[in-house]
Nanobody, 120 residues
Framework: QVQLVESGGGLVQAGGSLRLSCAAS????????MGWYRQAPGKQRESVAG???????NYADSVKGRFTISRDTAKKTVYLQMNLLKPDDTAVYYC??????????????WGQGTQVTVSS
């Protein structure tokens, strides 16, 4: 069993900052990928930022220079520091992880989502 638990969403004014956290727990042998997606009302879920197992990062063009993803591998936790937030960043943010468990099964996992609302 694997769980992803997110925290840190909320309401902020445009130009403000928020920090999201996502902690993975359970029978984890290896985390192959861990990152963040978001879904705004009426839109498809999109990738925001993520870490590959090798440590490379990727960002959506819309957040480059404003968002920073970081991680604590010992805690199996990723963070998303979001600065200079815009109303267009309003969405439910989901943590996503590609994890291999001790049973050698590899699956895709999602957190429950955390709401980020940016007011103008």
């Amino acid at each position: 069993q694997v769980q992803l638990v997110e925290s840190g969403g909320g309401l902020v004014q445009a130009g403000g900052s928020l920090r999201l956290s996502c902690a993975a727990s359970g029978t984890i042998f290896r985390i192959n990928y861990m990152g963040w997606y978001r879904q705004a009302p009426g839109k498809q879920r999109e990738s925001v930022a993520g870490f590959t197992r090798g440590g490379s990062t990727n960002y959506a063009d819309s957040v480059k220079g404003r968002f920073t993803i970081s991680r604590d591998t010992a805690k199996k936790t990723v963070y998303l520091q979001m600065n200079l937030l815009k109303p267009d960043d309003t969405a439910v943010y989901y943590c996503n992880a590609d994890i291999t468990t001790f049973s050698t099964r590899r699956d895709d996992y999602w957190g429950q989502g955390t709401q980020v609302t940016v007011s103008s």
